[in-house]
């Protein structure tokens, strides 16, 4: 898996690396990081020979790999225009030796350095540059930035923005869009419409990812993202955080799905029971039975309400539904049928179109204070314990709850606004205070482990799947690979059940075009995912920790 590091671990990377026992010179890094540029985006452009470069150099070492990117440029055949938005005093020495070394090169003709525009004159002249070039770097601000972006970089940004916008130009940024803050994917959000955030082609990160180039709505400045790291030592790389986040890829799932034992029956794979349901959302429970059997597991069990039953028996034959009580909902009546039955069951799901009565609150307490099987929590069971910290924290090392933004919103009581700030730390908090594993479902989804505080970033999914009961799914997929054999712990589950969801509307998108797929076809597509898991099957390297920790 990839980590995924703060501003403020990228600066104590990059001060290990120049001053500690590998004593990396500063002017090397940097160097690096100029080269590292040029040649990725090289291939992106396909070559440099003959183009008109714009490149924005800032004041700090953002601004010095902007001088090695436009003496690699140079010797490669582009025509280079360079402003340069600080004093020479400004900068540091390595980023002030990079710049001479440019002095020497400017010739007014392949390479001209100018200072930024101040005049109505120098604007205009610098869109007319803007539009008749085809690449523009952006070496202004790259991890420094929070709040809103100040002048001229807010002009210069709006500048080049609408040059992109027309087809006019390539955008590349080196190590972040500017705008964007590395820590948070909060972009810069002023009064003016000339405020906001650099949108860039190609993003050239250095070191390992940054997490606002993982977040939105950073992560939609950032186009193509690479990672190069510009010569770092490998144990900073890939050394584990106190503060650890990590982007999951294919291979980590692979080493936790991992293939069936071919002498293996439907008892290995589990028992999952789907307690949910009500009159007026019987479609929820049966979407939650489905993703469970389209993700393989053993036998699924439904328990809907009692005057639900009858909608939902033989929909699917696959499915063994029972009806639970006489009403439209669950009522705590209905609680000692279900506790009874747990015993038999390996995991149980609860909450999808369950209703908000007070009589199903009662039930849900009740069953979750005495069943003793990991247990997925979605949607309306959500909705009902809000508030219940007490409770929930008490059961929490066997719970995986999976809300969205404003269900996360009513737990926490924490606004919208204040979670979208600092999406991973307000996850993480959560986790750890209320003891559980949590899936915070949205663009992108994370991942909590209850047992270590490891955030999980998943990268798979998209916007066709944004539709009533893609939800209802994923609670289904949850249960099902907490049951999978060979499953190691809830947390893992929660990051396979995610990822693969993801994944499977990925294939939707792919094989019927960019919406309007059904929750329904995206879980029908989870066994072709499963094959492609199989079929690219590989010894993972260099993921430690494991997801769910030791």
């Not at 692979?254 to 589990?270: C, F, L, M, T, Y």
């Not at 993700?295 to 699924?300: E, I, L, M």
């Not at 009662?362 to 247990?375: A, G, H, S």
């Amino acid at each position: 898996m990839k980590k995924i590091n703060t501003a403020a671990q990228m600066r104590q990377m990059d001060y290990e690396a120049m001053h500690g026992s590998y004593a990396i010179a500063p002017a090397v890094l940097m160097e690096n990081a100029g080269r590292a540029v040029a040649e990725r985006a090289e291939k992106w452009i396909e070559g440099w020979d003959g183009k008109d470069v714009v490149l924005f150099c800032g004041k700090g070492n953002n601004g010095g790999d902007g001088f090695v990117i436009a003496r690699y440029i140079l010797a490669a055949g582009a025509r280079a225009y360079v402003y340069i938005l600080g004093q020479e005093a400004d900068y540091s020495d390595e980023a002030r030796q990079h710049l001479h070394t440019l002095q020497e090169l400017a010739d007014d003709e392949t390479c001209l350095l100018l200072s930024a525009p101040e005049s109505p004159e120098d604007w205009q002249l610098l869109r007319k540059r803007l539009h008749a070039s085809s690449i523009v770097i952006d070496a202004m601000v790259g991890t420094g930035f929070h709040g809103s972006l100040r002048q001229p970089v807010a002009a210069i940004v709006a500048e080049v923005n609408v040059a992109s916008a027309v087809g006019a130009v390539t955008v590349i940024a080196v190590d972040m869009p500017t705008g964007v803050n590395a820590d948070t994917g909060v972009v810069s959000h002023g009064d003016d419409e000339e405020d906001g955030p650099l949108f860039a082609d190609m993003t050239v990160t250095f070191g390992v990812l940054k997490r606002g180039l993982s977040l939105y709505p950073g992560r939609a400045c950032a186009g193509h993202i690479e990672v190069d790291s510009i010569g770092m030592p490998g144990p900073l790389l890939y050394g584990a955080n106190d503060d650890a986040v990590y982007l999951l890829q294919q291979s980590d799932i692979a080493e936790i799905v991992v293939p069936r034992s071919p002498d293996s029956h439907k008892g290995s794979h589990g028992t999952i029971a789907i307690v949910t349901g009500s009159s007026q959302m019987a479609g929820a429970a049966l979407m939650a039975a489905h993703g469970a059997v389209r993700s393989g597991a053993g036998k699924v069990f439904l328990r809907v309400p009692g005057k639900v039953g009858p909608y939902c028996i033989g929909v699917q034959p696959e499915v063994m539904v029972k009806s639970v009580g006489t009403g439209d909902c669950f009522t705590a009546d209905d609680a000692e049928s279900i506790i009874a039955e747990s015993n038999h069951w390996s995991v149980l799901a609860m909450g999808p179109g369950m209703g908000r009565d007070d009589g199903t609150r009662d039930f849900l307490k009740r069953v979750l204070e005495q069943v003793t099987c990991p247990v997925v929590l979605d949607a309306d069971a959500l909705n009902l314990l809000a508030g219940e910290k007490e409770f929930l924290s008490a059961i929490g090392h066997r719970l995986i709850v999976t809300p969205h933004l404003a269900e996360f919103s009513r737990l926490s009581g924490f606004s919208l606004d204040e979670i979208k700030d600092d999406l991973i730390g307000r996850a993480r908090a959560f986790a750890a205070d209320w003891k559980v594993n949590l899936v915070l479902k949205g663009a992108p989804t994370l991942i909590v482990s209850a047992k270590t505080g490891n955030v999980y970033v998943n990268p798979t999914g998209n916007a066709g799947m944004a539709c009533g009961g893609m939800g209802d799914i994923l609670t289904g997929m949850i249960a099902a690979m907490t049951a999978h054999q060979g499953m190691s712990d809830l947390c893992s589950a929660a990051c396979a059940g995610v990822y693969l969801h993801g994944a499977a509307g990925d294939a939707c998108r792919k094989d019927r075009g960019p919406y309007g797929f059904t929750p329904m076809e995206t879980a029908d597509a989870v066994p072709s995912v499963l094959a492609d898991l199989e079929k690219n099957l590989a010894l993972p390297i260099l993921q430690q920790p494991l997801i769910g920790g030791k």
